[in-house]
């Protein structure tokens, strides 16, 4: 079984600033995939960055970059340059095999300008 | 290309009635999934089809149902509905269900905007 672990409720930063939101995460597979989704007040989950087990260098996508660290079982995201249309809910989930993709109970983040 | 689009939007219902929602994948892909989202549980998955045919299933009642058709467009089902049921259910697609043909890889699930079904 997998489980995701997103321990910071919600989160305050300034536009124009960098945020990490925190995600570790635990399974006994060696073959897993690790995703982020971002959910805005409209309700719809928006896939942003995915990382494999196998994949040696860190996922980036635009200004979203995984810092992907296996022996610590953490994959965290990092926001750069934060935008006020990045204020959202954001979920770290994971997969491995042909199992279901366990969600964290995700991070709000707040941007002000 | 058009993405994962979920009927209806919007709906409510009260207790004992019952309703279907409707989930249609981003073409080409043969997967669906279902979640149910709340603010006290959370994600938490409903089921998986491929094909046609239930992967998986999550720890839900018998209330709830589903199915797939053989364009890949899912409905789900839930029958007596109970105050509990209120949510927002969400339907996901990808090409193929988990691990790609490597096994070093995971598809990517793609998201619908949701049904958010009111219990009354």
């Known amino acids: 079984a997998q489980k995701i672990t997103q321990t910071q409720p919600g989160m305050f930063v300034q536009e124009k600033e960098a945020v990490t939101l925190d995600c570790t995460y635990d399974?006994?597979?060696?073959?897993?995939?690790l995703f982020w989704y971002k959910q805005p007040s409209s309700g719809e989950m928006i896939f942003l960055i995915y990382q494999g087990s196998y994949d040696e260098q860190n996922a980036t996508e635009g200004r979203y970059s995984l810092n992907f660290q296996k022996a610590r079982k953490s994959a965290n995201l990092v926001i750069s340059a934060s935008q006020l249309g990045d204020s959202a809910m954001y979920f770290c989930a994971m997969r491995a095999g042909y199992s279901t993709l366990t969600f964290g109970k995700g991070t709000m983040l707040l941007v002000s300008p | 290309k058009a993405g994962v689009t979920q009927t209806p939007r919007y709906l409510i219902k009260t207790r004992g009635q019952q309703v279907t929602l409707s989930c249609s994948p981003i073409s080409g892909h043969r997967s669906v999934s279902w979640y149910q989202q709340t603010p006290g549980q959370g994600l938490q998955f409903l089921f998986e089809?491929?094909?046609?045919?239930?992967?998986n299933k999550g720890n839900f009642p018998g209330r709830f149902s589903g199915r797939q058709f053989s364009n890949s467009r899912s409905e789900m089902n839930v029958s007596t509905l109970e105050l509990g049921d209120s949510a927002l259910y969400l339907c996901?697609?990808?090409?193929?269900?988990?691990?790609?043909?490597?096994?070093?890889?995971?598809?990517?699930?793609?998201f619908g905007p949701g049904t958010r079904l009111l219990v009354l």
């Open positions: 996901a697609s990808s090409s193929t269900p988990g691990q790609g043909t490597s096994g070093t890889y995971q598809e990517t699930q793609y």
């Open positions: 089809y491929f094909s046609e045919t239930q992967r």
């Open positions: 399974t006994s597979d060696q073959s897993y995939g």
